[in-house]
C-alpha cells in the first residue's frame, strides 16, 4: 500500500510489527513523531518498531562520512535524529514505545528497536 506518514488517516491496516529503514533522516520532524504516534496505536502490546538508519548521539555524529551526509540532506525537513529526541515522543504516545535495543550495523548506520510497552506508563528504561 502507498502511505506517506503524514497523511490525516492511513489506510486500514494491522501490524504484527514495524520495519522502517533510511526513512528517518529524510522525512521531516513532524512525520518522524507522526510515524511514532501511528506505530503505538497499530501495533498490538509488545509489538516491535524497528528503525534503521544513522542517528546522531549527544549531537555527535558516529563517523565524518555521517557529518558530511547530513551536511547535505535538504534542511530544515530533513537531518540525522538524536536517538535522545526518539525516546520522548516515542513513549509519549499512550501506551508508549519504549527503547529496547539499538544495533550497531555496517556502513555506521543503527537498528533502533522499540517496543509497545505492556501498560500506560510502563517502562524499560
Ligand atoms: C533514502 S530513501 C529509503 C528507501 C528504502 N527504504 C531504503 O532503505 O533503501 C527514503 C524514503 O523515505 C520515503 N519517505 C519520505 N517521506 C515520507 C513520508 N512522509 N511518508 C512515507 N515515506 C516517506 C521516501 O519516499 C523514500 O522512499
Not at 558530511?68 to 504516545?93: N, W
Request: with cysteine; aromatic share 8%; hydrophobic share 45%.
Amino acid at each position: 500500500m502507498a502511505l506517506d506518514v503524514g497523511q490525516r488517516d492511513w489506510p486500514a491496516c494491522t501490524a504484527d510489527a514495524i520495519f522502517s529503514a533510511n526513512t528517518f533522516h529524510i522525512m521531516s520532524w513532524a512525520e518522524v513523531v507522526m510515524l511514532l504516534q501511528r506505530a503505538a496505536q497499530l501495533l498490538p502490546t509488545a509489538g516491535v518498531l524497528a528503525i534503521y538508519g544513522p542517528f546522531q548521539y549527544a549531537g555527535q555524529h558516529t563517523s565524518v562520512s555521517n557529518r558530511q551526509f547530513d551536511l547535505m540532506l535538504q534542511r530544515p525537513r530533513s537531518a540525522f535524529r538524536h536517538t535522545g529526541c526518539i525516546r520522548g515522543p516515542a513513549r509519549r504516545t499512550g501506551r508508549g514505545l519504549l527503547l529496547e535495543a539499538d544495533h550497531a550495523m555496517p556502513a555506521n548506520n543503527r537498528v533502533l528497536v522499540l517496543r509497545k510497552a505492556v501498560r500506560p506508563g510502563a517502562c524499560l528504561r
